[in-house]
């Protein structure tokens, strides 16, 4: 009798354990997508967002990426991305010129040439600034405890004529009076930032 309890026990605690592993394992699966845009075919090429920010035939395009759950809708969350995505064009730029280095031999931070674009950058506003393409996409992929969910992924290409964007910083720059050197500096990074703007690879010839 004591010999079949305990063989009772074993079995008991090896089944429970083989449980407990199956439901702890997480089963990852490659993601699909299940519904798009006007029943596209494929996800075009630009709302992959590998390339942030480029000059596409003479203006600066920016394109957005941003994620919701599986049940919203499509049309507010592409409304979000392309609102999103003017801040995110200046928080991009900014954020190059902080980190290129061609501000490092002036002391601009309380300069008022540096503020004024400072205060630019932040305001998410480009006069000028359009909707060149939008897209969405409802995939299912898997969470991080492995189960499978919806996902609403939206993308919105913001474009600028090169020159208008260009304008707006310039005046930024020279509307208080600063420093000479200072202003002299922030010409030149902003100069060489959108100068140095790479071709989009689809329409470069």
Known sequence: ?????ALSIV????????????SSTKSFEKARVVERMRDADKTPEWAYGETAMHEENGDV??????????DSRPEACMKSADM????????????????????????????????????FFSSGKITGAKV???????TEESSESGE????????????????????????AIDGPRGDAKVRDALHK??????N???PDAATAH
């Open 11 to 22: 079995i008991l605690g090896f089944a429970t354990s083989c449980a407990t592993t199956s």
């Open 189 to 194: 990074a902003t100069n060489n930032f959108i």
């Open 132 to 138: 060149a393409a939008r897209y969405w996409e409802r």
């Open 1 to 5: 009798m004591r010999f079949e309890l």
């Open 61 to 70: 395009v920016f394109t957005n990426l941003i994620t919701m759950r599986g």
């Open 148 to 171: 499978r969910v919806l996902r609403l992924k939206c993308a919105a290409k913001v474009a600028v004529k090169k020159s208008e964007l260009a304008k707006q910083m310039r005046e």
């Open 84 to 119: 999103d995505a003017r801040a995110q064009m200046l928080r991009h730029i900014k954020d190059n010129l902080v980190t290129s280095g061609q501000l490092n031999e002036v002391s601009a931070s309380d300069d008022p040439g540096y503020e004024s674009l400072t205060a």
């Open 196 to 198: 140095g703007l790479s």
